[in-house]
């Protein structure tokens, strides 16, 4: 055994070698971008493969820091507070060769505005987009908005006259189940440039030779092959046999097997991003459950019952292995509005939550289906799996249903689901992202993805006044008045702020981004 180790060692460390002298990076992870449409699902591995090809106007770098990209200035007007300015970056051209300019800016801002959009929230309080010569775009709010800047960091930019020639001026509904060119093709301006996609199997890229940023940044990888690599085991073993060189999601089980490995590490950081349970809590009536003509979910008492039966550290230590750290509310601690006493993880107390569950009118419990994603999220329907016998415990019967994100995300969309779970990543670092999606009433500008059935108009009222707010101390009042809401209607269930663990050749360099992002123009490869 001790001879098979050492040569499994030494061929890891050969075939890691000549891929990185190759400077071909091979990178896999549990899940695939849903598609290449750039505006039509917010979603993080989507973002994380675009973010190789297209690029927005801002970016963050891999420490979560916002830098210029396809603009080099910007900053608020003088002469009109409502009005943001951007410089343009020229130069730049697309990978088929047109060149970029503030033409493809305002037209892909008000894509991104449209019905279809998932970025449509992001700009909300967006009234007009507008070019101010060749290389000049201003952004017209609703009042004027203190943190416009900080939602555009993955707001990709199309070439105008790519998309008109491609019939690709709507943004595909992905929701629907639509199929368009560009949820298929690509033509940004990034680092990289799309060879080839086999969605689910392999996405081939290559280094965009005529990249503005060739001097900038290290640009040592020139070929990337990415592969979704669902099953925990396959991965795993790939990245150890050295048939990949990077993975995003290495198993909690395996991080001392693969960091104990010669010619392999693990990095390891908290991400920007906490897991959840959403629960249906607006409709009259369930169609998941056993209980006619009311719904269990809707009482106050039994959403409490939950979150109480909920032990974050039991799924901590037995299914995370010590990488989580429990959440008691619905946002990262990265995040603007983030304190500790609202993070209080509440105590896992069965007798008290059946105690609910009675005074609810439930003491003999009810049935209801769980949906959950299964190549999302670390140990995604491991966690649900546990939660299932955690709710046992105070007579709720779950049903599993897991399914791959790309079944599971539009029964929250399509308000299919009345029990699922969330991951939530906020590339603002701030409340307001959170509110617009996940607290406000969905509707045609917000709460896209609330699937909760949760709304309240005053609190709507609010939501959309922190984006003219300039007046911090008043803006963060806000925030913490809207948490509050949020916490004591339980619109959620929180379980756990996730911890990244990047696993690597050792002749790869690069720190772990907050955002679960490699933006692999940054990456550097060792000799």
């Not at 963050?60 to 970056?89: H, I, Q, Y």
């Not at 791959?404 to 029964?411: D, G, T, V």
Request: charge should be negative.
């Amino acid at each position: 055994m001790k001879m098979k180790s050492i040569l499994l060692a030494a061929a890891v460390l050969a075939s890691t070698t000549a891929l990185v002298s190759a400077q071909t990076l091979n990178w896999a992870r549990a899940g695939d971008a849903l598609t290449l449409d750039p505006h039509a699902q917010n979603e993080g591995p989507t973002t994380a493969l675009a973010h190789q090809i297209m690029e927005p106007l801002i970016i963050r770098d891999m420490t979560g820091a916002p830098v210029p990209a396809l603009a080099t200035e910007w900053g608020p007007s003088e002469s009109d507070p409502n009005v943001w300015w951007f410089k343009l970056r020229e130069g730049v051209k697309f990978h088929d060769g047109a060149e970029f300019d503030s033409e493809d800016v305002v037209f892909s801002f008000n894509r991104a505005m449209s019905d279809d959009s998932d970025y449509k929230e992001l700009l909300a309080s967006v009234t007009e987009v507008r070019a101010d010569g060749k290389y000049g775009f201003e952004i017209v709010t609703d009042g004027p908005n203190p943190i416009m800047p900080s939602n555009l960091t993955n707001l990709f930019i199309m070439d105008k006259d790519w998309a008109e020639a491609n019939n690709a001026v709507k943004v595909q509904d992905y929701e629907g189940g639509e199929d368009t060119f560009a949820s298929r093709n690509a033509n940004g301006t990034g680092p990289y440039v799309l060879v080839s996609r086999e969605t689910d199997a392999k996405t081939v890229l290559t280094i965009n030779e005529d990249y503005w940023g060739m001097d900038e940044f290290p640009m040592q990888i020139k070929e990337i092959i990415y592969t979704p690599i669902q099953n925990q085991a396959t991965r795993v073993a790939a990245l150890l046999s050295g048939e990949v060189d990077f993975i995003q999601d290495v198993p909690v089980q395996d991080l001392a097997r693969v960091n104990d490995t010669d010619g392999l590490k693990v990095i390891t950081a908290p991400q920007n991003r906490v897991i959840f349970f959403g629960m249906n809590q607006g409709d009259a009536d369930l169609t998941t459950d056993n209980v006619e003509g009311a719904n269990p979910l809707a009482d106050l008492r039994v959403r409490q019952a939950i979150n109480m039966a909920i032990n974050r550290e039991a799924i901590k230590q037995v299914v995370m292995r010590g990488q989580s750290i429990p959440a008691g509310v619905a946002m990262p601690p990265f995040v603007n509005g983030w304190t500790p006493e609202l993070d209080v993880v509440p105590a896992n107390d069965i007798d008290a939550a059946n105690a609910l569950m009675a005074d609810a009118g439930y003491g003999d419990g009810f049935s209801i289906r769980l949906n959950c994603p299964n190549d999302r999220y670390i140990n995604d329907e491991a966690i649900c799996q546990a939660a299932v016998g955690m709710l046992a415990q105070i007579g709720i019967t779950v049903q599993l249903d897991a399914l791959p994100k790309a079944q599971h995300f539009p029964l929250i969309n399509n308000l299919e689901t009345d029990f699922y779970m969330l991951g939530w990543g906020v590339p603002t670092y701030d409340s307001e992202y959170i509110f617009n999606f996940l607290v406000h009433t969905k509707g045609e500008k917000y709460g896209s993805w609330n699937g909760t059935r949760f709304s309240d108009p005053d609190l709507d009222v609010t939501i959309e006044a922190l984006a003219s707010e300039t007046d911090l101390d008043k803006r963060n009042q806000m925030i913490a008045d809207i948490w509050a809401v949020v916490q004591a209607e339980q619109i959620y269930i929180p379980i756990h702020h996730q911890v990244l663990n990047w696993g690597m050749s050792d002749k790869v360099g690069t720190v772990v981004a907050p955002d679960d992002t490699p933006k692999f123009k940054y990456f550097e490869l060792g000799m």
